[in-house]
């Protein structure tokens, strides 16, 4: 079922559906958080068929397995669950973050981090700014600081 179906039906089925909706995603948003660590955004949310049953049918509760199974197949979450992964990774350095990746993969995340560049070219800013520390320097004392 398609998300332009699905928001037809809720708006013909009347308000109770839509509080429905409402409750039911805030659940899925609270569950994500906690035991995917990251933030949905309520198409996201809707776009899994756990919750449009939910929502449809009276005597159906959420079923948190299936859920998190589902949002896991949303290519828009993977690619959140995967720049979460790559974060962590980072935060552990980037030796640690290479390690048993193949050599396509190590490319990979050097580009996207920057480290496929000339170190001159880099993002990263340097130590000190040479020029703002010899702007404040006598002539004599620029030579000195050279």
Do not use: C
Request: glycine share 4%; net charge negative; charged share 25%.
């Amino acid at each position: 079922m398609s998300d332009q179906n699905f928001n037809n039906i809720i708006a013909a089925i009347g308000p109770e559906a839509h509080q429905k909706l409402i409750d039911v995603t805030g659940q899925v948003s609270v569950l994500a958080g906690q035991e995917l660590g990251i933030v949905l955004t309520a198409e996201e949310i809707t776009a899994i068929e756990a919750v449009k049953l939910v929502v449809m049918t009276d005597d159906v509760t959420l079923n948190i397995e299936a859920a998190l199974a589902q949002l896991r197949k949303v290519p828009s979450v993977a690619a959140k669950l995967n720049e979460k992964k790559t974060a962590e990774a980072v935060q552990k350095g980037h030796t640690e973050a290479i390690k048993g990746l193949s050599p396509t993969e190590k490319m990979t995340y050097a580009r996207r981090h920057g480290l496929d560049k000339p170190i001159a070219e880099q993002s990263n800013p340097p130590a000190v700014d040479h020029q703002r520390v010899l702007a404040d320097l006598s002539p004599n004392q620029r030579m000195s600081y050279a």
